[in-house]
């Protein structure tokens, strides 16, 4: 039997693709039209980026861990959080959750030791790239995080503010991460 799955939502379209990924994978493992339960709480991305934008990710872990016991009140047994940014509250907080939470950068870091990856890019929101989500979980597991230059940083993250959360991914968008990345790449990133 499945869990109840709560997501923590910050942007519609993260929310979206996870609520969806869920589902499409649900009915992969489960049968066909079977997905595990799942419940969904969000605060405005506005809320969220108030405190964000004065460095408060206190505040952002808190939002996080009320959405959680809304969601536990539903009956989620277990947390996601498809924004990797807001993560950087969720480490202030999380041995406070009364639900587990399954987190992002542990996942990816996991999965890319297990793909032998050494020398990863990232690329995300400015506050992601420059913050500490995901250096310590990469290094638990023996992989180098490596960030766009600060030029990259500034054009990732208008993108991202601009175009992603919104939905959007245009042509001139989807060259400028293919450039970026295939920089990292030449310069040994896997």
Known sequence: MSKHIGIVACSAEG??????????????GMGEWDHPEVSM????LAEYMRPVERGDWREVGEMMLRSAE???RVGAEFVICPDNTIHQGLDLVRERSSL?????????????????????????????ME???????????????????????????????????????EREALDYFQRTIGRMKAEGCD
Do not use: M
């Open 15 to 28: 929310a979206s693709l996870c609520y969806r990924t869920i589902c499409i994978e649900g009915a992969a």
């Open 131 to 169: 913050g500490p989500v995901y250096p310590p979980k990469f290094a638990a597991n023996g992989i180098e995080v490596v960030i766009p230059n600060e030029e990259e940083r500034e054009k990732i993250n208008q993108i991202i503010f601009q175009e992603l959360v919104y939905g959007r991914f």
């Open 70 to 72: 809304k969601l536990k």
């Open 41 to 44: 709480h969000t605060y405005s």
């Open 100 to 128: 587990p939470w399954l987190h992002i950068a542990e996942e990816v870091a996991k999965e890319a030791g297990r793909r032998g990856h050494r020398r990863i890019a990232l690329t995300g929101t400015r506050y992601l």
